[in-house]
């Protein structure tokens, strides 16, 4: 967690005349995104310039000005650093074998453009291809390809259609690109219709403007349509401990305030967040500002994304590693999104040892074993 002083941003060089009430405006810090190299060399050194100019060609670059004022520009290993700076190894061969562009065919899966249906009872609503930081480890890489732009009310209106006729569907997950980067008119024009069909029983947004735009949730207009159509969940994406800071604190509480939970989504990064420590440290701090856990991910097999992959062994070591050292409320599921748009499954450490018809054999997170009868 990272305690922010007051007025931090004013040590940085190009933010020193930068207001209070201008940086906390969620809309001036996604006017004020760095996206060029010109800009980002103001802040953070660049080793290799070249580099930088060719990758973020293909997959394009930017940070809002909050997100990147937590990086240390004397570490070249920071960790927010590495989410945001191009690196050659995404579009380097040798790091593309096994990878696809969509791997889990939501763009097949897709009754009608935008939407992915692949449980029964739940579907996937992609409401813009915006994001206001655009990290590197992206399992929808494939939309930094496209032009940015939010879908139309026409293509809303045909998914709304589609959920409408289809009773089994009970919830709907909006997610983008970035979809709290879109003006509170537009959301609310998605949440007032999913509200109004009676078969939705929850409405969960997938955002990551909690973790690099917290100001987003300083606006009381946004704060009243969570109250309104209170179907909404908020799952966010945090990554590292230091993304977590006094100004994330603030944030939630005005959440929770709406009556929507917060819960979070974290990919396991190689050279990011692969450790027992990080990952323990993150999932207490998330604790601390009252987000629950709830997924771990190996990541992706995107391309442009493979070369953050880790071994599954090391989602399994952390996991054995948080049991019995974290509050179970701490304790995200981990899991795997299979190839082919199978789904996601959840991969556990074994604490079976031994089992047939009479009795099992269980071990704990000590290794302590125990017979116990059927
Ligand atoms: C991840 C995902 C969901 C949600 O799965 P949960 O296990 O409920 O979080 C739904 N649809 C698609 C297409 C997904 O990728
Ligand atoms: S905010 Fe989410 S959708 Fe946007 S680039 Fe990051 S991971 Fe991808």
């Keep these: 967690m990272q305690n922010l002083e007051e007025n931090f941003w004013q040590k940085i060089h190009l933010y020193k005349d930068i207001s209070n009430e201008q940086w906390q405006d969620w809309k001036w810090q996604i006017a004020n995104r760095i996206t060029s190299l010109n800009e980002l060399k103001q802040i953070i050194p660049i080793k290799n310039e070249e580099d930088f100019l060719k990758i973020s060609e293909i997959f394009h670059f930017g940070t809002t000005p909050y997100y990147i004022s937590l990086i240390n520009p004397n570490d070249e290993n920071d960790p927010i650093l590495k989410q945001i700076l191009p690196d050659i190894k995404e579009i380097d061969e040798k790091y593309q074998e096994g990878a696809f ?23 996937l609503f992609r409401a813009t291809n915006f994001c206001s930081v655009y990290c590197r480890h992206c399992m929808r890489k494939r939309m930094f390809l496209e032009d940015e732009r939010a879908r139309t009310k026409e293509e809303y209106d045909a998914m709304f259609e589609y959920i409408r006729n289809n009773k089994s569907i009970k919830e709907v997950l909006i997610s983008g690109g970035d979809p709290l980067t879109l003006p509170n008119k537009k959301i609310e024009y998605i949440l007032k219709n999913l509200y109004e069909i009676s078969h939705i029983d929850v409405i969960r947004i997938g955002s990551r403007e909690l973790v690099v735009n917290p100001y987003r949730f300083y606006d009381e207009k946004l704060l009243q349509l969570f109250e309104k159509y209170d179907k909404v969940w908020l799952i966010t994406h945090f990554n590292h401990p230091n993304e977590i800071t006094s100004e994330t604190k603030k944030a939630v509480k005005n959440i929770l305030s709406t009556g929507t939970p917060v819960l ?27 987000i629950k856990p709830y997924y771990l991910f190996q990541c992706d097999p995107t391309k442009g994304v493979y070369h953050f992959r880790t071994p599954l062994e ?18 995200p599921t981990f899991a795997v999104d299979l190839l082919g748009g199978l789904g996601k499954v959840p991969v556990l450490p074994n604490y079976i040892i031994e089992k047939n018809e009479d009795y099992i054999v269980f071990r704990n997170y000590e290794n302590k074993t125990v017979k116990v009868k059927i």
Excluded: A, C, W
Excluded at 106 to 115: A, F, I, N, T
Excluded at 314 to 331: C, F, H, K, P
């Design 264 to 290: 979070n989504q974290t990919v396991l990064l190689k050279g990011i967040n692969d450790s027992k420590e990080t990952i323990e440290n993150l999932m207490r701090d998330l604790l601390k500002v009252k």
């Design 314 to 331: 090391v989602g399994l070591e952390i996991m054995e590693y948080l049991r019995g050292r974290l509050s179970g409320l701490g304790i």
């Design 101 to 123: 562009l969509d791997p889990f065919l939501e763009d097949v899966k897709s009754p009608v453009p935008g939407l992915t249906h692949r449980y029964p009872d739940r579907v």
